[in-house]
């Protein structure tokens, strides 16, 4: 033992510098010294390097002690974020695979048998995601059901198909899952299935999907993809169509990429709307719905379902904002809403008001009123940063409160460019009546009409929009029977691509609605199911409250809530920046 210090001290001796340098050792070091100059023979040079050596060791510990400690601290503070940013795990379902609902009143608006609002007293078989069954009598007497678990816990309850949503967008995918919360809305409403009338940048259905595999409550998505508009793009999710000879390849690539429907936007001039809507009709008949690009009009662009009552108003008497082209409606007069009727007959166009868009955009004038209340609907079913930030009607910059606090100089862009300084809400207010007078005669005179909601639009829940589109529906003098046919039924149908959609009948989707209180009779946005049944999975009213509330306490959450109002910030600023 002996020889080996020896001959590793004379191995660093001759490696070392032969002038001794003065250092100051630490006790440990010096105890370690003696230590070593009690069991070896050695010089002072040779004293001098083992305590260089050990001097050196020591700081080397104390560094990756330092290191270790800050890797720690960085980890410490990625695991705090994800914590503060990752939404509520999934919602295991109350039922699912194959169950019966047993002794329930079923209302299926518009079907052959269905002769009344009552209902007609059935069991329902569902297996994997499907109705397989509507039948009569006692469950337990049939044999080829013995396997399926028998919910009893809603007899005498209704049931109806869910609702579909005709005009929905999706917020963008992003670590905020936003996405993720605007799907759960939906079915807490009872909207089982949603057609998205595009995303902004094109990321929304990957997230439907990546959802739908990890076990969240998702509605059914029906997805148009991109804008196709014509240069230059709104939005980045825009499919540019300027050669007229790539309409067939436009539409060809859609259904290639699984969307079901084209929506055509704007920056079109006519020749571009038709050779799409040809295109569109030569190739499997996929479904056109869409914008009249201004200035164009409404009997020229003749989209097959024209979206908001675009193209109504006349082109010389309005400016080309969104603002203008979709409530500004002073040059519109009962001549011009018969001559729409007529229109609209005679080319069998269908139309998607979205009426609830025109009556939110009043909302601008009662900003600061509702902002006084912490308990209104968007604090309650929305994370901060939509009524704070993005639908905040102020102009230029305002200060952030989180950072005036920690005396930091900070400011955040607020409010949607095109929604600022808004006035003339007399207009607004008009444009809404006669919208809800054209709707009315377009009702009566049999034409096609569908319930949507524009979601993403300012003041918009996804869902409950829906649930107030029915109620403006309602102020307009149409039936709520014709309405639940309207958003069921009706819907399904021109949909295209499940059969049975939208219907209670053996063979279609599985996505039903149970309810304590007949909805036929009465039905208005505080209008709640007991239970929510999407793609055949069950979900009871209680499990749905409870994860609303895990979401709200989310979005409370100090980190999610100052991160959040930020990034909406900055997008703002982006946005508002590329639309000048």
Same mark, same amino acid.
């Given at each position: 033992?002996?020889?080996?210090?020896?001959?590793?001290?004379?191995?660093?001796?001759?490696?070392?510098?032969?002038?001794?340098?003065?250092?100051?050792?630490?006790?440990?070091?010096?105890?370690?010294?003696?230590?070593?100059?009690?069991?070896?023979?050695?010089?002072?040079?040779?004293?001098?390097?083992?305590?260089?050596?050990?001097?050196?060791?020591?700081?080397?510990?104390?560094?990756?002690?330092?290191?270790?400690?800050?890797?720690?601290?960085?980890?410490?503070?990625?695991?705090?974020?994800?914590?503060?940013?990752?939404?509520?795990?999934?919602?295991?379902?109350?039922?699912?695979?194959?169950?019966?609902?047993?002794?329930?009143?079923?209302?299926?608006?518009?079907?052959?048998?269905?002769?009344?609002?009552?209902?007609?007293?059935?069991?329902?078989?569902?297996?994997?995601?499907?109705?397989?069954?509507?039948?009569?009598?006692?469950?337990?007497?049939?044999?080829?059901?013995?396997?399926?678990?028998?919910?009893?816990?809603?007899?005498?309850?209704?049931?109806?198909?869910?609702?579909?949503?005709?005009?929905?967008?999706?917020?963008?995918?992003?670590?905020?899952?936003?996405?993720?919360?605007?799907?759960?809305?939906?079915?807490?409403?009872?909207?089982?299935?949603?057609?998205?009338?595009?995303?902004?940048?094109?990321?929304?259905?990957?997230?439907?999907?990546?959802?739908?595999?990890?076990?969240?409550?998702?509605?059914?998505?029906?997805?148009?993809?991109?804008?196709?508009?014509?240069?230059?793009?709104?939005?980045?999710?825009?499919?540019?169509?300027?050669?007229?000879?790539?309409?067939?390849?436009?539409?060809?690539?859609?259904?290639?990429?699984?969307?079901?429907?084209?929506?055509?936007?704007?920056?079109?001039?006519?020749?571009?709307?038709?050779?799409?809507?040809?295109?569109?009709?030569?190739?499997?008949? +996929?479904? %056109?719905?869409?914008?009249?690009?201004?200035?164009? *009009?409404? /009997?020229? #662009? =003749?989209?097959?379902?024209? &979206?908001?009552?675009?193209?109504?108003?006349?082109?010389?008497?309005?400016?080309?904002?969104?603002?203008?082209?979709?409530?500004?409606?002073?040059?519109?007069?009962?001549?011009?809403?018969?001559?729409?009727?007529?229109?609209?007959?005679?080319?069998?166009?269908?139309?998607?008001?979205?009426?609830?868009?025109?009556?939110?955009?009043?909302?601008?004038?009662?900003?600061?009123?509702?902002?006084?209340?912490?308990?209104?609907?968007?604090?309650?079913?929305?994370?901060?940063?939509?009524?704070?930030?993005?639908?905040?009607?102020?102009?230029?910059?305002?200060?952030?409160?989180?950072?005036?606090?920690?005396?930091?100089?900070?400011?955040?862009?607020?409010? +949607?460019? %095109?929604?600022?300084?808004?006035?003339?809400?007399? *207009?607004? /207010?008009? #444009? =809404?009546?006669?919208?809800? &007078?054209?709707?009315?005669?377009?009702?009566?005179?049999?034409?096609?009409?569908?319930?949507?909601?524009?979601?993403?639009?300012?003041?918009?829940?996804?869902?409950?929009?829906?649930?107030?589109?029915?109620?403006?529906?309602?102020?307009?003098?149409?039936?709520?029977?014709?309405?639940?046919?309207?958003?069921?039924?009706?819907?399904?149908?021109?949909?295209?691509?499940?059969?049975?959609?939208?219907?209670?009948?053996?063979?279609?989707?599985?996505?039903?609605?149970?309810?304590?209180?007949?909805?036929?009779?009465?039905?208005?946005?505080?209008?709640?199911?007991?239970?929510?049944?999407?793609?055949?999975?069950?979900?009871?009213?209680?499990?749905?409250?409870?994860?609303?509330?895990?979401?709200?306490?989310?979005?409370?959450?100090?980190?999610?809530?100052?991160?959040?109002?930020?990034?909406?910030?900055?997008?703002?600023?982006?946005?508002?920046?590329?639309?000048?």
């Amino acid at each position: 033992s002996h020889s080996r210090s020896v001959l590793h001290i004379t191995t660093v001796t001759r490696r070392a510098s032969l002038t001794p340098r003065p250092i100051t050792l630490p006790a440990r070091s010096r105890t370690l010294i003696l230590k070593v100059r009690d069991e070896v023979s050695c010089s002072a040079d040779d004293l001098n390097v083992i305590a260089s050596q050990t001097s050196h060791t020591t700081m080397g510990n104390w560094l990756t002690l330092l290191c270790g400690l800050i890797v720690a601290l960085v980890a410490t503070g990625v695991a705090i974020w994800q914590l503060a940013l990752s939404p509520p795990s999934p919602l295991p379902p109350f039922a699912q695979g194959a169950f019966i609902l047993e002794n329930v009143l079923v209302i299926s608006p518009g079907s052959e048998d269905h002769h009344d609002d009552k209902g007609q007293r059935r069991n329902i078989a569902v297996k994997d995601g499907v109705i397989v069954d509507v039948f009569e009598g006692n469950s337990e007497t049939a044999p080829s059901y013995s396997s399926f678990t028998r919910i009893n816990l809603f007899k005498d309850h209704w049931v109806t198909p869910g609702l579909i949503d005709m005009h929905s967008h999706l917020p963008p995918a992003n670590l905020l899952k936003l996405t993720r919360h605007a799907l759960f809305l939906s079915l807490y409403f009872g909207i089982t299935s949603i057609r998205d009338a595009g995303d902004v940048d094109g990321t929304a259905f990957d997230a439907v999907l990546q959802d739908t595999r990890d076990g969240y409550p998702v509605p059914r998505v029906f997805p148009c993809g991109p804008f196709v508009g014509g240069p230059p793009a709104r939005w980045k999710n825009t499919l540019l169509f300027e050669k007229l000879e790539d309409a067939t390849k436009i539409v060809k690539d859609l259904k290639a990429r699984g969307f079901v429907c084209l929506k055509s936007y704007d920056n079109l001039d006519l020749d571009h709307v038709s050779a799409l809507q040809y295109a569109a009709k030569e190739n499997n008949d +996929l479904p %056109v719905l869409g914008h009249v690009p201004f200035p164009l *009009r409404y /009997e020229h #662009a =003749l989209i097959p379902d024209v &979206q908001h009552f675009s193209g109504i108003p006349d082109p010389s008497k309005i400016q080309d904002t969104i603002v203008s082209r979709m409530y500004d409606w002073a040059s519109v007069d009962e001549a011009r809403i018969e001559e729409i009727v007529k229109i609209t007959l005679d080319r069998h166009l269908a139309n998607t008001p979205t009426l609830i868009s025109n009556k939110d955009i009043l909302l601008f004038e009662r900003y600061h009123e509702l902002a006084k209340d912490p308990h209104n609907i968007y604090y309650r079913y929305l994370p901060r940063l939509f009524f704070d930030v993005v639908w905040n009607p102020e102009a230029g910059m305002i200060p952030s409160q989180f950072f005036q606090d920690l005396k930091l100089i900070w400011f955040l862009f607020t409010g +949607l460019l %095109v929604y600022r300084n808004l006035f003339r809400f007399d *207009r607004m /207010e008009d #444009a =809404l009546h006669k919208k809800m &007078q054209l709707t009315k005669k377009l009702f009566d005179s049999g034409a096609t009409l569908f319930l949507g909601t524009d979601t993403q639009q300012p003041f918009s829940v996804p869902g409950l929009s829906l649930l107030h589109e029915i109620e403006l529906f309602q102020e307009a003098d149409i039936p709520l029977a014709s309405l639940w046919k309207m958003a069921t039924r009706d819907a399904g149908t021109a949909l295209k691509t499940l059969k049975g959609l939208g219907e209670i009948n053996s063979g279609a989707p599985a996505d039903l609605l149970v309810w304590s209180k007949n909805p036929l009779h009465h039905f208005d946005s505080h209008s709640l199911s007991e239970a929510v049944i999407a793609d055949g999975k069950l979900y009871l009213r209680s499990q749905l409250d409870e994860m609303l509330k895990q979401w709200q306490d989310h979005f409370r959450g100090f980190i999610f809530d100052k991160v959040s109002t930020f990034l909406a910030g900055v997008m703002i600023k982006l946005i508002s920046t590329s639309s000048q």
